[in-house]
């Protein structure tokens, strides 16, 4: 009997000591409601938002940088992880069973997940990588064209991105139960038991552990070019130096504030 809370039907499931248990194809309306809200809200936004960077950078040539070309890769990623997963994720929690997408949405939804996961968080290492260089080690970011290298490492990260992402994905299809309405979009075969953790490895703590230590190093490099800049002038003041002198700290303040913009980029 249907009381408001739950749809009328539910399918038979085993509890942890394998006792048969009623599982609605729904939640409770007042847990649904408010989740389908919520992610309606974030698919609004986060599709129009996305969309409108990816237009503005690619339409005005004036903003072709490097850092908008990371913050184009993000957006893409973002876009298509959103197009491909909210949809079916709100579908799924006002129907638990049976799912109606198919084997091969399945699979390509985890692929389409597990490619962009991997992908936002190699290009954000790459970016981190990138500012890296370009304060610690300036001369040695100007061997190579910014946007040249740019492209290359975000058309890298797409390629590194994918090929990690086919194991898990192709883990996933659809299995099938005694009762037809109960089909669910799972892992279906296991090709490595260790395939999770060496994900979390690859994609979590490698990249966490880098961009934290690589910022740790940006930090004390502008730490110690402040407090050079400090003792500079607390020896002497900007009126008995020379013309040169001035012109050098006058150089030098501007690649400061040139540094400082760059990483609140």
């Known amino acids: 009997m249907d009381n408001g809370s739950f749809s009328t039907t539910v ?25 389908t ?37 993000l957006a893409v990623s973002d876009l298509l992880l959103l197009v491909t997963g909210l949809p079916q994720e709100m579908y ?42 370009a304060i610690c080690h300036p001369f040695l970011s100007h061997t190579m064209s910014k946007l040249s290298r740019a492209i290359k490492i975000i058309l890298i990260t797409w390629v590194v991105a994918l090929s990690f992402a086919i194991p898990p994905a192709i883990q996933f299809g659809l299995i ?13 075969r ?14 979590f703590v490698t990249p966490m552990t880098l961009i934290t230590v690589l910022y740790a190093l940006i930090g004390l490099k502008l730490r110690r070019s402040h407090l050079l800049k400090k003792e500079s002038g607390s020896f002497c003041s900007s009126k008995h130096l020379p013309d040169s002198n001035n012109s050098a700290r006058h150089h030098h303040s501007q690649s400061s504030r040139r540094v400082l913009k760059m990483l609140g980029e």
């Open 11 to 35: 399918f038979p499931d085993n509890d942890s000591f394998g006792h048969p248990v009623d599982r609605p194809v729904r939640e409770p309306l007042y847990i649904v409601i408010p989740i």
């Open 37 to 73: 809200v919520l992610y309606s809200i974030i698919f609004l936004t986060g599709v129009v938002g996305n969309v409108v960077t990816c237009i503005v950078i690619s339409r005005n040539k004036h903003m072709h940088t490097a850092t908008n070309y990371y913050l184009f890769s």
């Open 92 to 133: 799924s929690i006002w129907s638990h069973y049976p799912y109606i997408f198919g084997e091969v949405f399945c699979v390509l939804r985890g692929l389409a997940a597990e490619t962009c996961a991997n992908a936002t968080v190699l290009t954000i290492t790459a970016f981190t990588v990138e500012r890296y260089v």
């Open 176 to 188: 099938d139960t005694d009762k037809p309405d109960m089909v669910s979009c799972n892992v279906k």
């Open 190 to 203: 296991v090709i490595w038991k260790h395939l999770f953790e060496m994900s979390t490895f690859l994609f």
